[in-house]
């Protein structure tokens, strides 16, 4: 077990290891004032949450093998989080759901049904995995698959937020439950730990062929009848929507907000965020302040809409995000660069009290946490893994976060305390991103923190390589799996803050700083 913070101080003070920040003159200062006073905002402990495509189906977990100890490994070091599985292809399923049945599944199952197999579509230019702009036609999910899918979630500590098929209508245009009450029936059966979505990004049903489209006030009733289903059934279960791709697209967002207002919908209310489309997207956009200030932007557009409907005490979630969609731009979206629009979306949503951010993807498309071929972890993983073991759901203030244009971010939370931490109550956490590419930023902490020990946690691509690396170093130190299954450990440097009291963030990169002696009264 890791020695905490001030056993491991004592004992690297002794042997006069510690590294002693140098003061260094540099044209980019920037002020870090922090309210350690007060609490400004609450997440929740599963704030970093994940999604695989729904059209994994039709795919047929093809190359995921949910058994591995090392997708068991990977999954688990995440925890806890909502596992969201949806996507376009979540309104093409049709679920056969066998009831009474133990259905006890081979790791090479064969479902019967189902599209082609991944590698016969390959051939069209998709990237391997890749979700968005595929799984446009009829699947059928079987009860091995739902089994297999259900046993991985349990197994990695996770929740399973499904989402259910909303365009199975009616002559009249409303949603038919029949489908999915066979799927909820049996899944309370067999005492899974499901909760719920309908339909993904109802504003954009124009663009597929063959699906019916479906207005804010229609998918606003189709919530009333599943809600009233659950709540005589499973009341427990989250229900969360409406998933919407666009803030204004047919007014579909406001008009679901306005006419689900009397608390007869869904309990979460969640909605889709990208940057830009990952066909045109440059490497430049990706540290843009910005393209990174188009969220900000959002995030008060929502709120707004929130108030119009009288609904600003709504648990909110982005529940699909990612940096670009249509699978993310290739060799961008999965390298080093793509974690400063993934860690600054996590600051921001944290600062308006979002509960659960769902990273698109856990696997699947360029924008994916793991390799589509070795499933090995790319650089956002690692980030993903520094911010679950040390951003609390604490939130604090620092001066000036919400203003735009900003080239070096920074954000502070009350530090997570884990089991076995080397850290106490009290203690804070900076997550800080300099997007300049050519100038280092030196935060400048209070006065009160000069000659106090800082754990410093710098993510960089390895020497000689750069931005579109996707190896990530800590601390100057290539991150990787050890044997090919196990998660590392993060390990930080422990250094003295100089007498300027600046700490250094060096062009394009992003660190964690974890203030081990803050005494934050916040975070007691």
């Given at each position: 077990m890791r020695q905490r913070w001030i056993d491991a101080i004592a004992m690297l003070l002794l042997a006069l290891a510690i590294v002693r920040l140098p003061t260094v003159k540099c044209d980019v200062r920037v002020p870090v004032n922090i309210d350690m006073k007060t609490v400004y905002a609450t997440t929740s402990d599963g704030f970093l949450s994940v999604t695989i495509d729904a059209s994994e189906i039709g795919h047929n977990f093809s190359g995921l093998d949910f058994r591995s100890k090392k997708l068991t490994n990977l999954g688990r070091a995440l925890s806890p989080a909502v596992f969201r599985f949806g996507g376009t292809a979540e309104d093409y399923i049709t679920y056969d759901i066998k009831m009474g049945m133990d259905n006890v599944m081979a790791p090479n199952y064969t479902k019967t049904?189902?599209?082609?197999?991944?590698?016969?579509?390959?051939?069209?230019?998709?990237?391997?995995?890749?979700?968005?702009?595929?799984?446009?036609?009829?699947?059928?999910?079987?009860?091995?698959?739902?089994?297999?899918?259900?046993?991985?979630?349990?197994?990695?500590?996770?929740?399973?937020?499904?989402?259910?098929?909303?365009?199975?209508?009616?002559?009249?245009?409303?949603?038919?439950?029949?489908?999915?009450?066979?799927?909820?029936?049996?899944?309370?059966?067999?005492?899974?730990?499901?909760?719920?979505?309908?339909?993904?990004?109802?504003?954009?049903?124009?663009?597929?062929?063959?699906?019916?489209?479906?207005?804010?006030?229609?998918?606003?009733?189709?919530?009333?009848?599943?809600?009233?289903?659950?709540?005589?059934?499973?009341?427990?279960?989250?229900?969360?929507?409406?998933?919407?791709?666009?803030?204004?697209?047919?007014?579909?967002?406001?008009?679901?907000?306005?006419?689900?207002?009397?608390?007869?919908g869904p309990n979460v209310i969640t909605w889709h965020q990208y940057y830009?489309?990952?066909?045109?997207?440059?490497?430049?956009?990706?540290?843009?302040?910005?393209?990174?200030?188009?969220?900000?932007?959002?995030?008060?557009?929502?709120?707004?809409?929130?108030?119009?409907?009288?609904?600003?005490?709504?648990?909110?979630?982005?529940?699909?995000?990612?940096?670009?969609?249509?699978?993310?731009?290739?060799?961008?979206?999965?390298?080093?660069?793509a974690g400063f629009m993934w860690l600054d979306k996590l600051g921001l949503t944290a600062l308006y009290n979002y509960t659960h951010i769902c990273r698109q993807t856990l696997y699947g498309g360029s924008y994916s946490l793991l390799d589509a071929h070795t499933k090995d972890p790319l650089p956002d993983y690692f980030a993903s893994l520094a911010y679950k073991q040390l951003m609390g759901k604490q939130v604090l203030s620092v001066e000036g976060q919400?203003?735009?244009?900003?080239?070096?971010?920074?954000?502070?939370?009350?530090?997570?305390?884990?089991?076995?931490?080397?850290?106490?109550?009290?203690?804070?956490?900076?997550?800080?991103?300099?997007?300049?590419n050519a100038t280092s930023a030196q935060l400048r902490l209070p006065a009160n923190f000069d000659h106090t020990v800082v754990a410093q946690y710098v993510f960089a691509p390895p020497p000689?390589?750069?931005?579109?690396?996707?190896?990530?170093?800590?601390?100057?130190?290539?991150?990787?799996?050890?044997?090919?299954?196990?998660?590392?450990?993060?390990?930080?440097?422990?250094?003295?803050?100089?007498?300027?009291?600046?700490?250094q963030v060096p062009p394009l990169t992003y660190a964690f700083f974890v203030l081990p002696t803050a005494n934050a009264t916040a975070c007691m």
């Open positions: 049904g189902g599209r082609q197999p991944r590698t016969q579509r390959e051939g069209a230019g998709m990237n391997i995995g890749m979700d968005r702009g595929y799984g446009d036609s009829p699947v059928t999910m079987t009860t091995e698959q739902w089994d297999y899918l259900n046993e991985y979630v349990n197994a990695i500590g996770m929740k399973l937020v499904f989402g259910l098929n909303a365009q199975k209508r009616s002559e009249d245009g409303s949603w038919d439950i029949t489908n999915a009450k066979r799927l909820i029936e049996y899944t309370k059966e067999k005492g899974y730990d499901v909760s719920w979505e309908l339909g993904n990004e109802p504003d954009s049903y124009p663009e597929h062929s063959g699906f019916a489209n479906v207005s804010g006030e229609q998918m606003a009733s189709d919530f009333h009848v599943l809600a009233d289903y659950l709540k005589s059934n499973d009341p427990m279960k989250t229900l969360a929507g409406p998933d919407v791709a666009t803030l204004s697209r047919y007014d579909l967002f406001q008009s679901f907000l306005d006419h689900v207002k009397d608390g007869k830009g489309n990952g066909k045109t997207f440059q490497l430049h956009d990706f540290y843009s302040s910005r393209v990174l200030d188009k969220l900000l932007h959002e995030l008060g557009t929502v709120e707004s809409m929130l108030k119009h409907a009288d609904m600003t005490s709504a648990e909110v979630w982005l529940g699909e995000t990612s940096s670009c969609y249509d699978g993310g731009a290739p060799g961008i979206s999965d390298t080093f660069t919400l203003s735009e244009g900003r080239t070096t971010r920074v954000y502070a939370h009350c530090t997570k305390l884990l089991p076995g931490s080397m850290y106490k109550p009290g203690a804070v956490t900076l997550m800080a991103m300099n997007l300049d000689g390589s750069n931005v579109q690396s996707k190896v990530v170093c800590l601390n100057k130190n290539p991150l990787s799996l050890i044997n090919g299954e196990i998660v590392p450990e993060l390990r930080p440097q422990l250094a003295v803050i100089p007498t300027d009291g600046t700490i």
